[in-house]
């Protein structure tokens, strides 16, 4: 891989590493003289920075590259990007199955600091949001942004430095919080100098996606990149905006969020609620009008419904966050907008949700046969289903009752599961044949097998912890004939027990069909009886007609 | 409208301008007054600051994620405030850097927890919660005890906690290691200086029942028993 690089990239990647490297020394010099976990962190960047020197200076040396390398497009990042998001999607989804046995059996743990549920909790979510989420869009972004603008990426550097860069902030983020490092604002934990570095890699990467729109042989930018797009400078926005705080010393970890009490608090629902909105719906959505429709081999059903949609999701989502904070110190004008513009944002979401699946038109014998497709199309039915929810719960007497119970988890894992996780797993089975020169993946069944698997999982996943949800807020809130509470909270986490190992039971059926997926995709990668040409329907970008 | 939008998809910085402009929108109109609006945060006058002890509990706290199972706000709903007590005010949290409202109830609402139970429960709990609650499905947190409390950059703490917008003394900043170990070792001589920063209502004990050295047990426990008791803006009038 490092041969591919130009003689002047590789020089580039050299100083950009050494640099990194002295920021770890730095670092951990600086924290050292007082055992601030940021020492480790020091160690850490210069680890990863030595490593991947490791593997640049062994290629160093080698000819420079061919022109003709100019004439295709540049997939080496993509095909690393896709590994690295099954492995996060292991590890992830294995801290998530764990922390939920805990809440059935709660000693079943090593008796450490670091494997205690509340540090393992946000290493599970930015493990499979960050981790396998995170790196799912960069690697498709790459790919769908190539392909669309007919296009080869600017140049080889920024693509890995993207790439690279944003895993060491996943690794420094998700490694503080099993020490303690943590900001505990959902979904922002990662401390100060993990969200600066993150704030540089992001840069790069929206400099990077105008340079290759700006290199387009399309007049048009199709709407994935829109999506794309929204996802890459929406996310900045938020995360700067949360994460403004104030450390304690350079020398440590520790920081102070810059906002207190209400505003942070509707800051962070802000952030949060819109962290779903355009990390785990946008950029996704991105995936599926390019995956869907290529698989397919069907056009958008309709452009004007992409547009409508696209615009709906973008304007409204941003007033939705104050729906997570219904009855609380809020005041409540803020609550009465959050829920007005979730109800109205159900709209665009059915429109993007309808026109995937009227893309579908004319292919349904293909959704039955080809379970890749299949994948995508039960994405999208997800996401149809998880935003009726969404929308339902930002209803204030719905929110009563639904608010602070595992009818959160329960809306949240359809989202995730059902939609992110379905969609990504469905276009890797679609990408990994085409990037890797491979007539099909290694076993059509076992693309079955991981489907049921995954499907099986979210369903009992997802009615476990609505029961669970319904019935905790039910029993919080039932009243007896003298007018007292009947249970006592504690009633009311017995009453969950088997609902949670049922839960368990439901996460641990997903992660296996994740395992028969990186085993079906290691066998494509690894298949040696591989047809030498790329499939034909991969030269071109789908076709974005009008419905009319 | 669709004929602009034909144009608009052919540049791409435009794009990009015009996702900014519009995903700004909510979040200018639904932020930004909440800072300028005078009804949104109560006054109290009388409200006390977290002492260094029980700002150390609270980083204890956030370090461990509690928050992922604790909430710390009861919502104005009739059920929650005959569980918890008073519904929380805005006020509460004014100095909480940050808001540890919470999103999830594994376990309890703690806004009000302060006083509600004694020292020795809290840190039997702690130890195991299955000691004193057999159902319980808590973690275990006996590293608290064993673990000696950081003291020596407390004023550290204190002077970040100023610089966005908590009104902590150049006296408190001096002191706030002498305060922390003050307050979790009665008898000591600047026991009273400590009430005075800090306020008479400042609770002085040994929170973990070992007086020979400040634990990371005593600042979770100091802090617990001051949730929900800063402000009196809850208390009814004339109490």
Known sequence: MVSNLTVGERQGALAILIVLTLCGLVMAAAAAGHGDPMEMHGYLVMLFSLGVMAILLRGFLAPPPSEARLASYYDDPIKVGIIIAMIWAVFGMIIGDWVAWLLAYPDATFDAAWASFGRMRPAHTSGVIFGFGGNALIA????????????????????????????????????????????????????????????????????????????????????????????????????????????????????YSLFAGVQDAMTQWWYGHNAVAFFLTAGFLGMMYYYLPKRAQRPIYSYRMSIVGFWGITFFYMWAGSHHLHYTALPEWVQTLGMTFSLMLLVPSWIAAANALLTLNGAWDRVRDDATLRFMMMAAVFYGLSTFEGSFMAIRPVNALSHYTDWTIAHVHAGVLGWVSLIVFGSFYALIPWLWKRERMYSPTLVEVHFWLA??????????????????????????????????????????????????????????????????????????SAISAAAPDELAPPELLPAE | MFKTHYRIERKSITLAIAIIVVASIGGLMEIAPLFTIDETVEHDPNMR????????????????????????????????????GP?????????DHPMLWGSKRTGPDLARVGGKYSDQWHTAH??????????????????????????????????????????????????????????????????????????????????????????????????????????????????
Request: proline residues 4%; charged residues 15%; hydrophobic residues 40%.
């Open chain 2, 49 to 84: 600051l977290y002492t260094p002890l029980e700002l150390a509990g609270r980083n204890i706290y956030i370090r461990e994620g509690c928050y992922a199972c604790h909430s710390q706000m009861i919502r104005t709903l009739q059920d929650e405030v005959d569980r918890y």
């Open chain 2, 126 to 239: 702690l130890n195991n919660p299955r000691d004193v609650v057999p159902q319980s499905i808590m973690p275990r947190y006996d590293w608290l005890s064993q673990t000696e409390l950081r003291t020596q950059d407390l004023g550290d703490h204190l002077r970040a906690q100023r610089t966005v917008g908590v009104p902590y003394t150049d006296a408190m900043i001096a002191n706030a290691r002498a305060d922390a170990i003050a307050q979790a070792s009665p008898g000591d001589a600047d026991e009273e200086a400590l009430a005075n920063r800090y306020g008479k209502a400042t609770q002085i004990r040994t929170f973990d029942g070992d007086p020979r050295t400040v634990s990371e047990m005593d600042a979770i426990v100091a802090y617990l028993q001051v949730l929900g008791k800063l402000s009196d803006a809850t208390q009814p009038k004339g109490k």
């Open chain 1, 140 to 255: 498709t972004s790459f790919h769908v942004m190539q392909r669309t603008s007919r296009a080869r990426l600017p140049d080889q550097l920024s693509p890995w430095f993207v790439l690279l860069g944003y895993n060491l902030f996943c690794l420094i983020g998700i490694s503080g919080y099993f020490m303690g490092v943590t900001q505990s604002k959902e979904y922002a934990e990662p401390e100060w100098y993990a969200d600066i570095w993150l704030v540089v890699v992001w840069v790069a990467y929206f400099i990077l996606y105008m340079r290759t729109l700006a290199r387009r042989k399309e007049p048009h930018i199709y709407v994935a990149n829109w999506y794309y797009l929204a996802f890459i400078l929406v996310v900045a926005i938020l995360h700067i905006v949360n994460n403004l705080a104030v450390p304690v010393s350079f020398a440590g970890a520790k920081s």
């Open chain 1, 455 to 528: 499907l099986s999982g979210t369903l009992v996943y997802v009615f476990s912890m609505w029961n669970s949800g319904i019935i905790q807020g039910l029993m919080w809130r039932t009243y007896n004939d003298s007018g007292t509470l009947t249970y006592s909270f504690l009633d009311s986490v017995v009453a969950m027990h088997p609902y949670y190992v049922a839960r368990a039971i439901g996460g641990l059926l997903f992660l296996s069909g994740t395992l028969v997926g990186c085993y079906n995709m290691w066998r494509t990668i690894r298949w040696s």
């Open chain 2, 87 to 95: 519904y929380s005010l805005a006020v509460e949290s004014k100095y």
